[in-house]
Protein backbone atom coordinates (compact mmCIF):
# COMPACT_ATOMS: atom_id res chain seq x y z
CA UNK A 1 0.00 0.00 0.00
CA UNK A 2 1.16 3.32 -0.93
CA UNK A 3 2.32 5.62 1.54
CA UNK A 4 -0.01 8.49 0.81
CA UNK A 5 0.83 10.80 4.21
CA UNK A 6 4.47 11.27 3.41
CA UNK A 7 4.86 14.15 1.58
CA UNK A 8 7.66 13.31 -0.34
CA UNK A 9 5.72 9.83 -1.81
CA UNK A 10 3.22 12.22 -2.61
CA UNK A 11 4.97 14.87 -4.25
CA UNK A 12 6.41 12.37 -6.58
CA UNK A 13 3.36 10.90 -7.82
CA UNK A 14 1.74 14.38 -8.31
CA UNK A 15 4.88 15.58 -10.07
CA UNK A 16 4.87 12.59 -12.60
CA UNK A 17 1.22 13.05 -13.16
CA UNK A 18 1.78 16.22 -13.99
CA UNK A 19 -0.98 17.59 -11.54
CA UNK A 20 -0.83 20.88 -10.17
CA UNK A 21 -3.31 21.39 -6.78
CA UNK A 22 -6.45 23.43 -8.02
CA UNK A 23 -7.59 26.15 -5.15
CA UNK A 24 -11.58 26.39 -6.43
CA UNK A 25 -11.69 22.20 -6.16
CA UNK A 26 -11.10 22.31 -2.33
CA UNK A 27 -8.05 20.32 -3.07
CA UNK A 28 -6.15 20.28 0.44
CA UNK A 29 -4.69 16.42 0.83
CA UNK A 30 -4.04 14.71 4.05
CA UNK A 31 -0.91 14.21 5.19
CA UNK A 32 -0.91 13.64 8.78
CA UNK A 33 -0.89 9.78 9.31
CA UNK A 34 -3.23 9.64 12.49
CA UNK A 35 -6.08 11.15 10.54
CA UNK A 36 -7.97 9.12 7.82
CA UNK A 37 -7.31 5.72 9.76
CA UNK A 38 -9.47 7.42 12.89
CA UNK A 39 -12.45 8.62 10.35
CA UNK A 40 -12.30 5.41 8.70
CA UNK A 41 -12.62 3.32 11.93
CA UNK A 42 -15.09 5.49 13.29
CA UNK A 43 -17.36 5.95 10.51
CA UNK A 44 -18.93 2.65 11.60
CA UNK A 45 -18.26 0.83 8.51
CA UNK A 46 -17.46 -2.98 8.56
CA UNK A 47 -16.64 -5.93 6.44
CA UNK A 48 -20.56 -6.22 5.71
CA UNK A 49 -21.19 -2.80 4.44
CA UNK A 50 -20.95 -0.09 1.86
CA UNK A 51 -19.05 3.25 2.22
CA UNK A 52 -19.86 6.64 -0.12
CA UNK A 53 -16.85 8.87 -0.16
CA UNK A 54 -16.98 12.41 -2.06
CA UNK A 55 -14.03 13.52 -3.37
CA UNK A 56 -10.59 11.37 -2.65
CA UNK A 57 -8.39 13.11 -4.19
CA UNK A 58 -5.40 10.88 -4.19
CA UNK A 59 -6.82 8.21 -2.39
CA UNK A 60 -5.71 8.45 1.57
CA UNK A 61 -8.97 8.04 2.58
CA UNK A 62 -10.13 5.89 0.18
CA UNK A 63 -7.49 3.19 0.98
CA UNK A 64 -8.32 3.02 4.92
CA UNK A 65 -12.27 2.41 4.42
CA UNK A 66 -11.16 -0.14 1.50
CA UNK A 67 -9.53 -2.03 4.10
CA UNK A 68 -12.75 -2.21 6.71
CA UNK A 69 -15.14 -1.63 3.98
CA UNK A 70 -17.13 -4.65 1.54
CA UNK A 71 -17.02 -2.20 -0.80
CA UNK A 72 -16.38 1.94 -1.93
CA UNK A 73 -17.66 3.93 -4.09
CA UNK A 74 -15.66 7.25 -4.14
CA UNK A 75 -17.38 10.55 -6.85
CA UNK A 76 -14.52 12.58 -7.87
CA UNK A 77 -15.22 15.38 -10.27
CA UNK A 78 -11.09 16.28 -11.20
CA UNK A 79 -10.42 13.62 -14.43
CA UNK A 80 -6.71 14.61 -13.44
CA UNK A 81 -6.93 12.33 -10.43
CA UNK A 82 -8.62 8.90 -11.76
CA UNK A 83 -4.98 8.23 -13.49
CA UNK A 84 -3.65 8.83 -10.18
CA UNK A 85 -6.26 7.00 -8.03
CA UNK A 86 -6.06 3.93 -10.78
CA UNK A 87 -2.21 3.81 -9.79
CA UNK A 88 -2.57 4.70 -5.84
CA UNK A 89 -5.64 2.29 -4.97
CA UNK A 90 -4.49 -0.92 -7.91
CA UNK A 91 -4.53 -3.40 -4.92
CA UNK A 92 -7.87 -2.71 -4.08
CA UNK A 93 -10.85 -5.09 -5.41
CA UNK A 94 -13.84 -3.80 -3.55
CA UNK A 95 -13.42 0.13 -4.69
CA UNK A 96 -15.55 1.88 -7.82
CA UNK A 97 -14.00 4.99 -8.70
CA UNK A 98 -16.98 7.26 -10.38
CA UNK A 99 -16.05 10.45 -12.10
CA UNK A 100 -18.75 12.65 -11.62
CA UNK A 101 -20.11 16.15 -9.65
CA UNK A 102 -21.55 15.03 -6.68
CA UNK A 103 -24.17 17.60 -6.74
CA UNK A 104 -25.54 16.14 -9.71
CA UNK A 105 -25.70 12.89 -9.44
CA UNK A 106 -28.47 10.50 -8.49
CA UNK A 107 -27.27 9.24 -5.07
CA UNK A 108 -30.16 7.04 -4.50
CA UNK A 109 -29.21 5.03 -7.69
CA UNK A 110 -26.05 5.42 -6.83
CA UNK A 111 -26.52 3.86 -3.57
CA UNK A 112 -28.62 0.87 -5.03
CA UNK A 113 -26.86 0.01 -7.80
CA UNK A 114 -23.59 0.18 -6.01
CA UNK A 115 -24.64 -1.05 -2.58
CA UNK A 116 -27.15 -3.47 -3.00
CA UNK A 117 -28.14 -5.26 0.36
CA UNK A 118 -25.59 -3.31 2.31
CA UNK A 119 -26.00 -0.39 5.33
CA UNK A 120 -24.37 2.54 3.74
CA UNK A 121 -22.36 4.94 5.16
CA UNK A 122 -20.89 8.17 4.01
CA UNK A 123 -17.11 9.40 5.21
CA UNK A 124 -15.01 11.97 3.51
CA UNK A 125 -13.08 14.98 3.88
CA UNK A 126 -15.34 17.51 1.60
CA UNK A 127 -14.54 20.24 -0.60
CA UNK A 128 -15.12 22.90 1.76
CA UNK A 129 -16.79 25.60 -1.11
CA UNK A 130 -19.88 23.01 -1.06
CA UNK A 131 -20.09 21.54 2.25
CA UNK A 132 -23.46 22.53 3.35
CA UNK A 133 -24.87 21.72 -0.18
CA UNK A 134 -23.74 18.75 0.32
CA UNK A 135 -24.69 17.83 3.27
CA UNK A 136 -28.46 19.22 2.55
CA UNK A 137 -28.63 17.15 -0.35
CA UNK A 138 -27.57 13.75 1.74
CA UNK A 139 -29.90 14.73 4.21
CA UNK A 140 -32.91 15.64 2.34
CA UNK A 141 -32.98 12.97 -0.32
CA UNK A 142 -33.62 11.01 2.19
CA UNK A 143 -30.80 8.67 1.30
CA UNK A 144 -31.00 5.13 2.83
CA UNK A 145 -27.78 5.90 4.81
CA UNK A 146 -26.57 5.30 8.80
CA UNK A 147 -24.47 8.08 9.33
CA UNK A 148 -22.26 11.16 7.65
CA UNK A 149 -18.48 11.49 9.19
CA UNK A 150 -16.96 14.41 7.51
CA UNK A 151 -14.38 16.98 7.99
CA UNK A 152 -15.62 20.73 7.73
CA UNK A 153 -14.11 23.90 8.20
CA UNK A 154 -14.07 23.94 11.93
CA UNK A 155 -16.82 27.32 11.99
CA UNK A 156 -19.34 25.37 10.03
CA UNK A 157 -19.10 22.43 12.68
CA UNK A 158 -19.07 24.90 15.36
CA UNK A 159 -22.49 25.92 13.81
CA UNK A 160 -24.03 22.80 13.67
CA UNK A 161 -22.41 21.59 17.10
CA UNK A 162 -24.52 24.62 18.80
CA UNK A 163 -27.65 23.82 20.25
CA UNK A 164 -31.11 25.04 18.02
CA UNK A 165 -31.93 28.08 20.33
CA UNK A 166 -28.39 29.14 21.02
CA UNK A 167 -27.05 32.72 19.26
CA UNK A 168 -24.27 30.18 17.17
CA UNK A 169 -27.07 28.41 15.50
CA UNK A 170 -28.42 28.89 11.86
CA UNK A 171 -31.10 28.07 9.49
CA UNK A 172 -28.31 25.27 8.44
CA UNK A 173 -28.17 24.15 12.24
CA UNK A 174 -32.29 23.60 12.24
CA UNK A 175 -32.05 21.61 9.23
CA UNK A 176 -28.85 19.33 10.20
CA UNK A 177 -30.65 18.64 13.51
CA UNK A 178 -34.30 18.05 12.12
CA UNK A 179 -32.58 14.92 9.97
CA UNK A 180 -30.11 13.78 11.95
CA UNK A 181 -28.45 13.97 15.58
CA UNK A 182 -24.63 15.65 15.40
CA UNK A 183 -21.68 14.70 17.12
CA UNK A 184 -17.80 16.06 17.03
CA UNK A 185 -15.08 13.31 16.72
CA UNK A 186 -11.80 15.18 16.93
CA UNK A 187 -10.33 18.36 15.83
CA UNK A 188 -7.76 18.81 12.59
CA UNK A 189 -5.24 21.55 12.18
CA UNK A 190 -4.11 22.95 9.32
CA UNK A 191 -1.00 21.71 9.22
CA UNK A 192 -2.33 18.30 8.87
CA UNK A 193 -2.95 19.23 4.91
CA UNK A 194 -1.12 19.99 1.75
CA UNK A 195 -1.19 22.41 0.64
CA UNK A 196 -1.94 23.80 4.54
CA UNK A 197 -5.36 25.75 4.28
CA UNK A 198 -5.82 29.05 5.93
CA UNK A 199 -8.70 27.00 8.83
CA UNK A 200 -8.35 24.33 11.04
CA UNK A 201 -11.01 21.68 10.68
CA UNK A 202 -12.94 19.28 12.59
CA UNK A 203 -14.50 16.01 11.66
CA UNK A 204 -18.15 15.51 12.55
CA UNK A 205 -20.54 12.62 12.87
CA UNK A 206 -24.60 13.04 11.44
CA UNK A 207 -25.88 9.81 12.65
CA UNK A 208 -29.35 9.91 10.43
CA UNK A 209 -32.78 10.08 12.64
CA UNK A 210 -35.46 7.50 11.98
CA UNK A 211 -37.41 10.22 12.58
CA UNK A 212 -37.56 13.77 12.90
CA UNK A 213 -37.50 15.27 15.99
CA UNK A 214 -40.69 17.17 15.70
CA UNK A 215 -44.06 16.39 14.09
CA UNK A 216 -44.35 19.23 10.58
CA UNK A 217 -47.15 18.60 8.35
CA UNK A 218 -45.78 21.39 5.90
CA UNK A 219 -42.01 20.27 5.89
CA UNK A 220 -41.40 22.89 2.63
CA UNK A 221 -43.17 25.75 4.71
CA UNK A 222 -41.78 24.88 7.77
CA UNK A 223 -37.76 25.06 6.04
CA UNK A 224 -38.82 28.08 4.19
CA UNK A 225 -40.14 29.73 7.90
CA UNK A 226 -36.52 28.75 9.40
CA UNK A 227 -34.69 30.07 6.27
CA UNK A 228 -36.53 33.30 6.65
CA UNK A 229 -36.07 33.59 9.80
CA UNK A 230 -32.94 33.28 10.12
CA UNK A 231 -32.85 35.43 6.32
CA UNK A 232 -31.24 39.09 8.00
CA UNK A 233 -29.90 38.12 11.37
CA UNK A 234 -29.53 41.96 13.18
CA UNK A 235 -33.47 41.91 12.65
CA UNK A 236 -36.30 40.50 14.85
CA UNK A 237 -38.16 37.43 13.08
CA UNK A 238 -41.12 39.26 12.22
CA UNK A 239 -39.02 41.33 10.38
CA UNK A 240 -37.09 38.51 8.52
CA UNK A 241 -39.98 36.44 8.47
CA UNK A 242 -42.33 38.92 6.58
CA UNK A 243 -39.37 39.92 4.13
CA UNK A 244 -38.84 36.06 3.39
CA UNK A 245 -42.00 35.08 3.26
CA UNK A 246 -43.33 37.97 1.71
CA UNK A 247 -46.19 38.44 3.83
CA UNK A 248 -47.43 41.14 5.86
CA UNK A 249 -46.03 41.93 9.33
CA UNK A 250 -49.26 41.93 11.28
CA UNK A 251 -50.17 38.26 9.68
CA UNK A 252 -46.60 37.30 10.98
CA UNK A 253 -47.01 39.07 14.80
CA UNK A 254 -50.13 37.18 15.28
CA UNK A 255 -48.49 33.86 14.25
CA UNK A 256 -45.45 34.71 16.63
CA UNK A 257 -48.33 36.14 19.42
CA UNK A 258 -50.37 32.53 18.80
CA UNK A 259 -47.18 30.70 19.88
CA UNK A 260 -46.52 32.71 22.80
CA UNK A 261 -44.15 34.96 21.28
CA UNK A 262 -43.69 38.48 21.51
CA UNK A 263 -42.58 41.17 18.48
CA UNK A 264 -38.78 41.14 19.45
CA UNK A 265 -38.39 37.66 19.60
CA UNK A 266 -34.92 36.54 17.49
CA UNK A 267 -34.64 33.76 15.58
CA UNK A 268 -31.29 32.64 17.43
CA UNK A 269 -33.53 31.94 20.64
CA UNK A 270 -36.25 29.76 18.91
CA UNK A 271 -36.30 26.02 19.70
CA UNK A 272 -37.01 23.38 16.36
CA UNK A 273 -40.36 22.89 18.40
CA UNK A 274 -40.61 26.95 18.20
CA UNK A 275 -40.57 26.81 14.46
CA UNK A 276 -42.74 23.62 14.10
CA UNK A 277 -45.36 25.71 15.59
CA UNK A 278 -45.00 28.56 13.84
CA UNK A 279 -45.21 26.62 10.61
CA UNK A 280 -48.34 24.93 11.81
CA UNK A 281 -49.92 28.62 12.50
CA UNK A 282 -48.84 30.30 9.18
CA UNK A 283 -50.47 26.74 7.69
CA UNK A 284 -53.81 26.94 8.94
N1 LIG B 1 -9.97 12.83 0.30
C1 LIG B 1 -8.75 13.54 -0.04
C2 LIG B 1 -7.96 13.80 1.20
O1 LIG B 1 -8.55 13.69 2.28
O2 LIG B 1 -6.78 14.11 1.12
C3 LIG B 1 -9.04 14.85 -0.79
C4 LIG B 1 -9.95 15.82 -0.09
S1 LIG B 1 -10.02 17.40 -0.85
C5 LIG B 1 -10.41 18.40 0.56
C6 LIG B 1 -11.59 17.43 -1.70
C7 LIG B 1 -11.69 16.57 -2.96
O3 LIG B 1 -13.01 16.74 -3.52
C8 LIG B 1 -10.72 16.90 -4.08
O4 LIG B 1 -10.17 15.72 -4.57
C9 LIG B 1 -11.61 17.55 -5.17
O5 LIG B 1 -11.13 17.37 -6.49
C10 LIG B 1 -12.92 16.84 -4.94
N2 LIG B 1 -14.14 17.59 -5.38
C11 LIG B 1 -14.30 18.93 -5.45
N3 LIG B 1 -15.54 19.24 -5.86
C12 LIG B 1 -16.19 18.05 -6.05
C13 LIG B 1 -17.52 17.71 -6.49
N4 LIG B 1 -18.42 18.66 -6.79
N5 LIG B 1 -17.86 16.40 -6.59
C14 LIG B 1 -16.94 15.43 -6.27
N6 LIG B 1 -15.67 15.69 -5.87
C15 LIG B 1 -15.31 16.99 -5.75
Given at each position: ??????????????????????????????????????????????????????????????????????????????????????????????????????????????????????????????????????????????????????????????????PVGSREA????V??????????????????????????????????????????????????????AF??R??TA??????????????????L??CGFS?DVRAETMTMEDF?????????
Amino acid sequence: MFNLTDAETVKSILTASGFRFSKSLGQNFIINPSICPEMAERCGADNESGVLEIGPGMGVLTQELCLRAKKVAAVELDKRLLPVLDYTLAEFENLTVINGDVMKLDLGELIETQFAGMDVYVCANLPYYITSPVIMKLLESRLRIKSITVMVQKEWAQRILSPVGSREAGAVTVAVNYYAVPEKLFGVSKSSFMPAPKVDSTVIKLTLRDKPPVEVKDEKLFFAVVKAAFGQRRKTAVNSLSAGLNLPRQRIADALSACGFSADVRAETMTMEDFAALTGVLSG
